[in-house]
């Protein structure tokens, strides 16, 4: 069980174009949901929590009209990088609850953002 | 001071080995304390999590949480080549979902 799946695994863009990755919890209801950003050998960093049907509570110095994020449903949310630039190139990883007694977040497999 | 500290490694140990994986932190408001696995370029996997002091075990791992300490361990029994990846500790407090993560040990079990 709690298995997050994320689609698509990598992606190239040209610069200034907009990219979206979906992230789908698939065998439960997610509460919530979270995205990251992680840098090669660092840690993650967290951008934004969202909560389904509300806006999304962004981290500070993440640009929320840049890293347009919807909840739409239990099981879907999404990311997009507007006006995509080389220095947004990441390892882009998802995460949703469902809410346990410890908020555990289980992990998507996460997705590798090249723009060039 | 950052709020969790964790060695990166690299770790390498021989096939069969016990593994020590540690975290110090600084927040004395973090209650619930988690381990991940990364295998390279994958999402991290959740292994175990604790709430507040104390030990618990699953197959070959155990969490220890010594809040006085401000200090957590992953041990890792007869450790396995499948094992080696990157090890990151996380955690947070009772207020609200946010987890503040290390920054990960790298592992390698060697057959």
């Known amino acids: 069980g709690a298995v997050v799946s994320q689609h698509p695994s990598r992606v190239i863009c040209k610069s200034g174009t907009s990219v979206k990755i979906e992230c789908r919890s698939l065998?439960?209801?997610?509460?919530?949901m979270f995205w990251y950003r992680q840098f090669p050998k660092k840690s993650l960093m967290l951008m934004a929590t969202?909560?389904?049907?509300?806006?999304?509570?962004?981290e500070q110095g993440v640009e929320k009209d840049k890293f347009l994020i919807n909840h739409a449903s239990l099981t879907l949310s999404t990311l997009t990088v507007t006006s995509a630039h080389p220095e947004d190139s990441s390892f882009y990883i998802c995460?949703?609850?469902?809410?346990?007694?410890?908020?555990?977040?289980?992990f998507g497999p996460g997705t590798r953002l090249t723009v060039t | 001071q950052k709020e969790v500290e964790q060695d990166p490694g690299p770790l390498s140990v021989p096939e069969g080995a016990i593994v020590s994986l540690n975290c110090t932190y600084s927040?004395?408001?973090?209650?619930?304390f988690m381990w991940y696995r990364q295998y390279s370029r994958k999402g991290p996997e959740l292994l175990m999590y604790?709430?507040?002091?104390g030990n618990k075990e699953d197959g070959r791992f155990t969490a220890q949480v010594d809040k006085s300490s401000k200090y957590i361990s992953l041990f890792i029994r007869d450790s396995q080549p499948s094992d080696s990846a990157t090890y990151l500790c996380?955690?947070?407090?009772?207020?609200?979902?946010?987890?503040?993560f290390g920054k990960g040990t790298l592992l390698t079990v060697n057959p």
């Open positions: 995460s949703a609850s469902s809410g346990g007694r410890a908020l555990e977040q289980y």
């Open positions: 065998d439960f209801q997610a509460t919530t």
């Open positions: 969202s909560n389904e049907g509300s806006k999304a509570t962004y």
């Open positions: 927040n004395s408001a973090f209650q619930y």
């Open positions: 604790t709430y507040s002091s």
């Open positions: 996380a955690m947070r407090d009772g207020s609200n979902y946010k987890l503040t």
